[in-house]
T-cell receptor
Framework: GAVVSQHPSRVICKSGTSVKIECRSL??????MFWYRQFPKQSLMLMAT?????????EQGVEKDKFLINHASLTLSTLTVTSAHPEDSSFYIC????????????FGPGTRLTVL | GENVEQHPSTLSVQEGDSAVIKCTYS??????FPWYKQELGKRPQLIID?????GEKKDQRIAVTLNKTAKHFSLHITETQPEDSAVYFC?????????????FGKGTRLSVIA
């Protein structure tokens, strides 16, 4: 199957700092990537849809100024958590479709963010 | 928008028994229904999926059934093994231009007791 990577896998930061998470499609080009957040023992909640070359589409209740998404190329989308607070601590996962005509979404390994 | 309900939230079975997880969806336009298995701290892994033009699909010990009229679909795992223990998520979406996200159910924590 297609490979999606994320970096870093784990990050611990102080409250008020910003953290950037990278999502890469390693063997295919992804015009669209999705960012999810998963709290312990909960489901995956869609945060935003990242579109290459255009602005991201955010879900209701997700602050676009706090969670900055940049999809600068067909293989890279970044999520920056700005001015992070302890309540932002979560598991952040990206996903992508191999092509816009296929259904299967491939997930990255996730990034565990802990804000102290 | 789409809403996916999943039951049960937890399920314990004896090794060798079958496990069934059920999901319902709200948007009749949804046409793609994948199931993911997620182990603790790991990424969700696709285990099987079904499209709306098919009523049933099977892959070894795993099968999925879809009832479009009732808007529900189910995951069946036969001859369960301890390594099947994980959290299982159903999802639904309408695939068109490729930019529609998956909507997930809340998950089912399956425990297979040896």
């Amino acid at each position: 199957g297609a490979v999606v990577s994320q970096h870093p896998s784990r990050v611990i930061c102080k409250s008020g700092t910003s953290v950037k998470i990278e999502c890469r499609s390693l063997d295919f080009q992804a015009t669209t990537m999705f960012w999810y957040r998963q709290f312990p023992k909960q489901s995956l909640m869609l945060m935003a849809t990242s579109n290459e070359g255009s602005k991201a589409t955010y879900e209701q209740g997700v602050e676009k100024d706090k969670f900055l998404i940049n999809h600068a190329s067909l293989t890279l989308s970044t999520l920056t958590v700005t001015s992070a607070h302890p309540e932002d601590s979560s598991f952040y996962i990206c996903s992508a479709r191999r092509t816009r005509f296929t259904d299967t979404q491939y997930f990255g390994p996730g990034t565990r963010l802990t804000v102290l | 928008g789409e809403n996916v309900e999943q039951h049960p939230s937890t399920l314990s079975v004896q090794e060798g028994d079958s496990a069934v997880i059920k999901c319902t969806y709200s948007d009749s336009a949804s046409n793609y229904f994948p199931w993911y298995k997620q182990e603790l701290g790991k990424r969700p892994q696709l285990i099987i999926d079904i499209r709306s033009n098919v009523g049933e699909k099977k892959d070894q010990r795993i099968a999925v059934t879809l009832n479009k009229t009732a808007k529900h679909f189910s995951l069946h795992i036969t001859e369960t093994q301890p390594e099947d223990s994980a959290v299982y998520f159903c999802a639904a979406t309408f695939t068109s231009s490729g930019n529609t996200p998956l909507v997930f159910g809340k998950g089912t924590r399956l425990s297979v007791i040896a």
